[in-house]
């Protein structure tokens, strides 16, 4: 019988870390905790059936036909399960009562974004009809490697492997695998908790002069004083102790991604175009220069998918056994997620181009296009609710993204220490980190300028390494279907990364960037 095991994003042994092993029936991984279950003091201890089968006695008969008839029923529903303590004191596998309506929040609050709001951007490089296959294209390859992830979640031997950077450990070897996914992991984590304190912050600046206007008596606040407003709350929100724990900030955070997302393009629709609006390509210096601004509308498109390196983690939030796999449940809610992620995504890319055309060059991402050319002639209501709702979003996505990062560093304590982080320890981490992303944040504002080439070292993570990891543990029969399009996948989405990193590099080179420590705008 094959055997769950969960596995952490360090190294599978740890010298001087015991691992506490545990056999028990698959119905009790519904335990939350995963620590305790009411067989384990029931259970005879017995050897197994074939040695008990010639030392039983005939009076032992009732014994016996009950040790077969466990056996018979452990063999049916499932496979036993090796329990790492460890995994029940950190904040993803704290808790392990997921389910596909959790995966289905989850998946939304980490796939639709501010990402999604720069999409007209691409068309303006790609025009209309190659803007949408594009997208299209990139929509059904991202999902297809989402499904290789959730199966490979769960090996067939039973090992699950509950984070993405352990998974690539196993699948490249360890400082390989490090090598590859590690500052791609970290970026996707923490630099998108300091980009959703800028954009938050930012949000929280026009929000209130919507609001207030210029008639207002209260004093305005700075962008940084903004980002000090926006990072004390999403602090406040990381208290919830675990992944599962913020299923309902998950739930807010895709309601109002979906609900601001159909708000700006249908009021950009409805406000008619503005004057000026050109759907030609931009003028290029060069046909290299064209080349690469190309390079770069894909990179836009292929960062709009993003939330690969958090699919692990959202399914080792769920019970799983061998008759009740946890990927049955989340594919279940990824398609559901994504279901809603395409009448949210092509809609307002669509019809943002449509709106704004090349405008959206001058103004970068389609809330600003909004705000720039229909501030006059759109209510106030519907603008301040546009950006109340980027607010509330930003903030729970904040959550999601920031759980590995949370995860990783308790996962530093719990191996040293052997015990649980306490409450003031577990409180401290996250204000740390909260404190140290708003530091990069003031620090470093022109951190976006950079998103296309570290987007570009990142794109991997969601297009080729999926790929790469299904060939190498699952070994399909060369030359076969599976063999051949994992294989083209694979190595298209690395060249693709090397042609979005180029094209980013030849972008800062030749347009330049303003580097402003310390000066938010």
Known sequence: MGELVDVHSGPATRPGLETLVISAPPL???????????????????PKSPFVTRLMTPVASPMKKAIASMQGYLEEVGQFTKL??????????????????????????????????????????????????????????????LWLLIQLHESESGMRYSRYLRLSMVAFGEKLGKLLALFPIMYLSGGTCV???????????????????????????????????????????AQLPNLNSIAGVSLV????????????????????????????????????????GIFNALGIIAFAFRGHNLVLEIQATMPSSGKHPSRIPMWIGVKL??????????????????????????????????????????????????????VINSLSSFQIYAMPVFDNLEFRYTSKWRRPCPRWLRTGI????????????????????????????????????PCLMWLIIKKPQIFS??????????VLGMVLSVLVTTGAIWGIVTKGIQLRFFKPQ
Request: net charge neutral; with cysteine.
């Open 28 to 46: 009790q991984l519904n335990c939350p905790s995963m620590t305790r279950s009411p067989l384990l003091d029931s259970a005879p201890k017995t």
């Open 430 to 465: 996250r204000v740390f980190f909260g404190c140290l992303a708003f530091f990069i944040a003031v620090a470093l504002p022109f951190l976006p300028s950079l998103a296309g080439l570290i987007g570009g070292i990142a794109l991997p993570i969601t297009l080729a390494y």
């Open 481 to 490: 279907p599976s063999w051949c399009l994992n294989w083209a996948l694979g």
């Open 253 to 292: 955070g895709a309601i109002t991604a979906i609900s601001y997302c159909s708000l700006i393009w249908i009021v950009s629709i409805t406000q008619g175009r503005p004057e000026g609006v050109s759907y030609d390509p931009p003028a290029a210096n060069s046909e290299v220069a064209r080349l690469f």
């Open 337 to 390: 997620a994504y279901l809603i992620v395409a009448t949210c995504l092509f809609p307002l890319a669509i019809a943002g181009f449509w709106a704004y055309g090349n405008l959206m060059s001058e103004n970068g991402w389609i809330l600003s296009a909004l705000y720039n050319y229909h501030k006059l002639d759109t209510s106030k209501l519907l603008l301040g609710l546009a950006s109340l709702l980027v």
């Open 84 to 145: 790492d303590p460890q995994e029940a004191w950190l904040p993803i596998t704290e808790s392990r009562n997921g389910n596909a309506y959790y995966s289905a929040f989850h998946t939304l609050s980490s796939g639709i974004g501010f990402q999604a709001l720069v999409l007209p951007l691409a068309f303006t490089t790609l025009g209309w009809v190659w803007g949408v296959i594009c997208l299209s294209l990139a929509f059904v390859w991202q999902l297809y490697t």
């Open 195 to 237: 980009t959703l304190i800028m954009i938050g912050g930012g949000t929280m600046k026009i929000f209130f002069q919507i609001v207030c206007g210029n008639t207002c008596s209260v004093k305005h606040l700075s962008v940084v004083e903004w980002y000090v407003v926006f990072t004390c709350l999403a602090i406040l929100l």
